[in-house]
């Protein structure tokens, strides 16, 4: 069974810094592009960034270039999204997706980790 | 980046009743589209992929259909599980963008 578990999420100061980790269990991770897509409260759905599954391409929103980096440690079925430089309006709820083979879409998504950015 | 349109924003419908949301691209993305299914406090559930085919588990009542830049999802009988919102996504370029989203409520 497809497992994703964000952790990482919770409270941080406007200019602060926060690392978003997603376990990964029941496929082979490294053959999988991922992706972390965010929900702002209310609001509808952000394709944040995307890593292939050996990590040699990486693709970033323009709303989060420069200040968030993905990766991923395939030894550990890990994705990781470092978050700098964190605004009010990056508050939301965060994911992680898998895209699928013969789908290519978002075909298993993590239940989700919320990150407030307030004072 | 190829922005994603829905319509309606809200839809109220009766059980039974058949249901058709639009999604519009801003550009053609050939059949690289998506449709997911979000309840309250859930993570999204994907629906149809690549235009029109269904994905696993789903039931058959949920269709979609379009190519280029026009698209449609189809709920043949709305049953009390499907009141939810649906976003439809493009994946055509390595920026997926989703439309922003039609809400399914009980009328």
């Known amino acids: 069974e497809v497992q994703l578990l964000e952790s990482g999420g919770g409270l941080v100061q406007p200019g602060g810094s926060l690392r978003l980790s997603c376990s990964a269990s029941g496929f082979s991770f490294s053959s999988f592009a991922m992706t972390w897509v965010r929900q702002a409260p209310g609001k509808g759905l952000e394709s944040v960034s995307t890593i292939s599954g050996p990590a040699d391409s990486t693709f970033y929103a323009d709303s989060v270039k420069g200040r968030f980096t993905i990766s991923r440690d395939n030894s550990k079925n890990t994705l990781y999204l470092e978050m700098t430089s964190l605004r009010a309006e990056d508050t939301a709820v965060y994911y992680c997706a898998k895209e699928g083979s013969s789908t290519s879409a978002f075909d298993y998504w993590g239940q989700g980790t919320l990150i407030t950015v307030s004072s | 980046d190829i922005q994603m349109t829905q319509s309606p924003s809200t839809l109220s419908a009766f059980e039974g009743d058949r249901v058709t949301i639009t999604c519009r691209a801003s550009?053609?993305?050939?059949?690289?589209l998506a449709w997911y299914q979000q309840k309250p406090g859930k993570a999204p559930k994907l629906l149809i992929y690549?235009?029109?085919s269904l994905q696993s588990g789903v039931p058959s009542r949920f269709s979609g259909s379009g190519s280029g830049t026009e698209f449609t999802l189809t709920i043949s009988s709305l049953q009390p599980d499907d009141f939810a919102t649906y976003y439809c996504?493009?994946?055509?370029?390595?920026?997926?963008?989703f439309g922003q989203g039609t809400k399914v409520e009980f009328k």
């Open positions: 550009q053609g993305i050939s059949n690289w």
């Open positions: 690549k235009a029109s």
């Open positions: 996504q493009q994946y055509s370029t390595y920026q997926r963008t």
